[in-house]
C-alpha cells in the first residue's frame, strides 16, 4: 500500500475534453467549444509545425537528452548560459522538479490559497508540509508568505500571474520581495503566463537571476507558443540549482518533436505577437459581456478571466449541456466562480449567447 502521504493526494482535475463531452451529450466534437484549459486558440505557428513534421524523420532516435538545440535557442534569446537551463515535459515537470530535489519529509512548502493546483500536489507527492497562505484580493499576499516561512522552508511558489485568479504582482514588488526571501528557500517563480502581459507590466525577471542564486523561473511552451499537446517547458536559474534539478530529472523527459518545435516557436515573433493581440481582444470582448449581464469578473493578466456565477457547479453543467466547456474552480476553494480561457472570437461569442440562460 502507498504511504499515507500518497494517499491523501486528491488528483489534479484537468478541463474536459472535447472527445469526452461529445459522446456525454451525443454532440457533434465540430459543435463543442473548449474554453478550459488556457490554450492557445491559434493553434500551432506554420514554422514550428514545419520544424515538428521535420523533426518526425528521426523519430527511431532517442531525443538528444540534454536538448541541446532547444537550449542554445533559449541562450540566445534570453541570454542566459547553458547549464542556466533545465527543460522539462512542460512547465509542471520544472515545478515537480523543484518539490522533488528540494522538498521531502521534514521539509515544507509556501504557496498561496488559489494559487496554481500543482504546487499543492508537487509539495504532497515529496512527502513535505504544505503552507497555505490566505490570498489578498485573490493574488498573492507577499507580507504574509514571508511571514509564514519556517526554517523548514525550502520552497515558496508564485505564479504571475496566477491561475486560476489571473491576478499579477508588478516586477518592483517581487523583485522587493526576493531581496528579503532567506536563502535557504528556493522561490519558484511560475511565469507560465508571462508572454501575455501588457507593455506596462512586462518586467524581467531574468535580470535578476545573478543577484538570486536561489530564484528559479519556470515557463512553458502550452500557452502563447500554442504547444500545450507536446509538452515542453523550461526553467532558468543558478547552474547550482539547475545542476540539483537535472539530478532528478528523467533521462529523456522532453521528446524530440517538441525539442524541435520549440526551438523554432521560440523566435516565431510573428505568431506570437499575432496570439498577444487576439488575447487583447478576446478579453476586451469578454469581460464586456461580463460587465453587461452584471457578472462580476477578476481582473487578468493572463489569457483567462475568472467570473462569478455563484451556482459554479450548476452553470458549469448547463454550459456542457450547451456543448461550452469552461472550468470550475470548487478545487481551488471557489465554487461560486467560474475560469473561462479565451478563444477565437467566435468562440468567445459562442460562450457569451449561451451564457444567460445557464446563469438560470
Ligand atoms: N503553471 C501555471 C500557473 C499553469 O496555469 C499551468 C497550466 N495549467 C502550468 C504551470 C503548467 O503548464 P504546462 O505543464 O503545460 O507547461
Not at 74 to 93: F, H, K, P, T
Request: proline content about 6%; hydrophobic content about 45%.
Amino acid at each position: 500500500l502507498a504511504p499515507a502521504h500518497i494517499r491523501a493526494i486528491s488528483p489534479y482535475q484537468p478541463g474536459k475534453p472535447i472527445s469526452e463531452l461529445a459522446r456525454e451529450m451525443g454532440l457533434a466534437e465540430e459543435s463543442i467549444v473548449k474554453l478550459a484549459s488556457n490554450e492557445n486558440p491559434l493553434g500551432v505557428g506554420e514554422k514550428t509545425r514545419e520544424a515538428m513534421l521535420k523533426s518526425l524523420a528521426d523519430i527511431a532516435r532517442y531525443p538528444d537528452g540534454n536538448g541541446f538545440e532547444l537550449k542554445d535557442a533559449l541562450r540566445r534569446r534570453y541570454g542566459v548560459a547553458l547549464d542556466q537551463i533545465v527543460l522539462g515535459n512542460g512547465s509542471n515537470d520544472i515545478l515537480e522538479l523543484a518539490a522533488g530535489a528540494f522538498l521531502g519529509p521534514d521539509r515544507d512548502a509556501v504557496y498561496a490559497q488559489h494559487a496554481f493546483a500543482v504546487y499543492p500536489l508537487a509539495t504532497q507527492a515529496a512527502g513535505a508540509r504544505g503552507i497555505e497562505v490566505p490570498a489578498r484580493n485573490f493574488g498573492h499576499d507577499l507580507d504574509a508568505m514571508l511571514a509564514a516561512i519556517t526554517p523548514a522552508t525550502r520552497v515558496l511558489f508564485i505564479a504571475n500571474p496566477n491561475n486560476p485568479t489571473g491576478t499579477f504582482i508588478p516586477g518592483d514588488e517581487l523583485e522587493a520581495f526576493l531581496v528579503r526571501v532567506p536563502e535557504h528557500v528556493l522561490v519558484v517563480l511560475d511565469e507560465a503566463y508571462t508572454e501575455y502581459l501588457t507593455p506596462d507590466q512586462r518586467y524581467d525577471a531574468i535580470a535578476w537571476l545573478p543577484r538570486f542564486p536561489n530564484l528559479l523561473i519556470s515557463r512553458t511552451f502550452s500557452k502563447a507558443y500554442g504547444l500545450a499537446g507536446l509538452r515542453v517547458g523550461y526553467g532558468l536559474g543558478s547552474p547550482e540549482v539547475i545542476d540539483l534539478l537535472n539530478r532528478v530529472r528523467q533521462p529523456f523527459n522532453v521528446c524530440s518533436v517538441a525539442l524541435s518545435a520549440a526551438a523554432a516557436a521560440l523566435f516565431d515573433d510573428e505568431f506570437l505577437s499575432r496570439s498577444y493581440a487576439l488575447n487583447c481582444a478576446g478579453m476586451a470582448q469578454l469581460t464586456e459581456g461580463f460587465t453587461q449581464l452584471g457578472l462580476d469578473w477578476i481582473p487578468s493578466a493572463g489569457n483567462f478571466v475568472t467570473f462569478k456565477v455563484g451556482d459554479g457547479a450548476g452553470v458549469n453543467r448547463r454550459l456542457l449541456e450547451q456543448g461550452v466547456i469552461v472550468r470550475p474552480i470548487g478545487g481551488y476553494g471557489m465554487p461560486e466562480w467560474l475560469r473561462v480561457s479565451i478563444g477565437l472570437e467566435s468562440e468567445n461569442a459562442r460562450f457569451l449567447a449561451v451564457l444567460p440562460a445557464a446563469l438560470g
